[in-house]
């Protein structure tokens, strides 16, 4: 079931992608992801409310998962006690996840805007290789020969996407947006191996309820102290109905994520790989909607990614 999740993440994110680059055209980058947080946590305020009325910010009062931690499954407890969990630690997890993935996708965002979605996407795709170390070391995640031979394809493609984005004049030494989605992946990697710690603990809609809400404080807080102050100076905002399809989309994907993640079996490398297959559904809009170039060496190199996600499915069936 993990798997099947994996994927429909994978295809969401891809529509996500697409909403943001559509989003950020010729538009300021702050007030579009603060939007995206107020979007997200307007969607999932039921279980933000859920979770405040099954025992609110008292950890003493039982919820109807059977925990004494709203948000908590009740099978964790046992770990949960040795860990010392209580429910303001369950908060303070769920707050650097939040300032994890901010960071992501603050570099993220002015990187899609400034490069091609077709460009950014197979920079993206070396997350997965990031977990994958991170996941052997800290999990001992070992993948079998299928799963292997699903990475080796994936990092060749990425090698040679990245050497057909040279015939669009892009130089990944000096770009500085290159190394903003550079540093969007490496976060977003960390990000990854996290989620993997703290989904052994919480639930899926609690984790995600309280991310977005708190993402919406701080990118509040962006805004009254950096982008207001200064928005003369800068790319001026204007309203787009792409803004309200990313949070959509990215509350969708990550809730299939989330949940994938709490079955006892599921392996981070592996999601994680699977979901970097949204560059697949972003380079074809990339190509149907935005006109980019370069399209034929490219979708060559993107077969390599969809055998490489064939592999990784039949090894982890």
């Known amino acids: 079931m993990w798997l099947v999740l994996a994927f429909v993440s994978a ?5 996500y992608d697409t909403a943001k680059k559509a989003a950020l055209k010729d538009n300021a980058v702050i007030p579009v ?3 995206n947080t107020v979007f997200s946590t307007l969607i999932f305020s039921p279980f933000i409310i859920s979770s405040l009325c099954e025992g609110g ?3 003493g009062v039982a919820s109807s998962s059977g925990s004494a931690i709203p948000g908590v499954s009740g099978k964790d407890l046992s770990g949960m006690a040795d860990f010392g969990m209580t429910l303001g ?3 303070l997890m769920v707050f650097a996840k939040s300032c994890i993935v901010l960071t992501s996708w603050l ?3 002015f990187g899609l805007k400034h490069l091609p979605i077709t460009i950014v996407g197979p920079i993206n795709a070396t997350r997965p290789i990031l977990v994958l ?3 052997m070391v800290l999990f001992g995640e070992r993948l079998n020969l299928w799963q292997w031979g699903g990475v080796i394809l994936a990092m060749i493609s990425l090698f040679l996407l990245s050497r057909s984005s040279k015939k669009e004049n892009v130089d990944f030494a000096n770009n500085k947006w290159i190394w903003f989605i550079a540093i969007s992946a490496l976060t977003g990697a960390c990000s990854g191996l996290y989620d993997k710690h703290i989904m052994r603990f919480l639930d899926a809609s609690f984790v995600q309820g309280w991310y977005n809400f708190y993402q919406m404080l701080i990118m509040g807080v962006m805004m009254l102290a ?3 102050p200064g928005r003369s ?7 787009s109905w792409a803004i309200l399809l990313i949070s959509i989309f990215i509350s969708a994907a990550d809730y299939a994520y989330l949940t994938a993640l709490r079955q006892p079996d599921s392996m981070i490398s592996v999601v994680s790989l699977i979901r970097r297959g949204s560059v697949i559904v972003s380079f074809l809009c990339g190509a149907v909607l935005f006109k980019e170039r370069n399209l034929k060496a490219k979708a060559l190199d993107l077969v390599f990614i969809l055998i490489g996600m064939i592999l990784i499915w039949i090894g982890s069936r």
């Open 11 to 15: 295809t969401l994110l891809g529509f």
């Open 89 to 91: 630690k369950a908060h």
């Open 233 to 239: 100076n800068t790319t001026p905002f204007h309203w």
């Open 57 to 59: 910010l008292n950890p």
């Open 107 to 109: 570099f993220g965002y």
């Open 33 to 35: 992801l603060f939007l």
């Open 226 to 228: 950096i982008w207001m």
């Open 133 to 135: 170390l991170g996941a």
